[in-house]
């Protein structure tokens, strides 16, 4: 192939200069773009490690002299209020549980008989009330008899009218039973 220079020296070394001029403003926009993205994620990993140090700072700072006071007593109203639910859930385990008591002499009690005075004094009862029937006491006087009833009383004088009549039994109850949830 045939080469034709029409170009003058002159101007070959002015497009030559133009040519590398061009390509070092190129790689210096490249490196400059590029160190304004380092510097970016430099900035951002500074933030990122301010932001832990703080978290850091935070998490380690000591506490005034009040400030462990206040909490040293707080602590010590926790330890108190644990061991006094301890004593009472200690001490509500040797209560008695009447409620399951009437409860069962509320299911012993056959139609016609009616509880009027109930009276409890330890694990002594003194039940008085109403029996429209002698048949229907003596059910609910044979019924307190077999459960955790021990020491029954009945006096003769329930006995003595077959018709609307007033009563009064006694009996004891068992301590364990009385104790059982």
């Keep these: 192939m045939i080469k034709i220079n029409l170009l003058s020296d002159q101007e070959k070394n002015e497009r030559l200069v133009d040519k590398k001029v061009g390509t070092i403003v190129r790689l210096g926009l490249s490196i ?29 700072k000591t506490y005034s002299v009040g400030s462990v006071k206040k909490i040293e007593e707080t602590e010590q ?17 040797n209560v008695p549980y009447w409620g399951k008591i009437l409860e069962t002499i509320s299911t012993i009690s ?55 009549f007033s009563f009064m039994v006694e009996f004891d109850v068992e301590k364990n039973y009385l104790n059982r949830i």
């Excluded at 330890?79 to 006094?84: A, G, L, M, N, Q």
């Excluded at 006491?137 to 009833?149: C, I, M, R, S």
Aim: proline content about 3%; hydrophobic content about 40%.
């Design 110 to 164: 056959p139609d016609g008989v009616k509880i009027t005075n109930v009276h409890i004094e330890k694990e002594h009862v003194k039940l008085s009330g109403f029996s429209e029937t002698r048949e229907g006491f003596l059910a609910f006087q044979e019924g307190l008899k077999k459960d955790y009833f021990t020491n029954f009383s009945s006096p003769i004088s329930n006995l003595v009218s077959p018709k609307d």
């Design 32 to 60: 400059f773009f590029a160190l304004i993205i380092l510097a970016s994620v430099m900035f951002s990993a500074l933030v990122i490690l301010e932001i832990n140090l703080k978290s850091v700072r935070e998490e380690t």
């Design 77 to 93: 109203l926790l330890k108190d209020v644990e061991s006094v639910s301890q004593k009472i859930a200690k001490n509500s385990q």
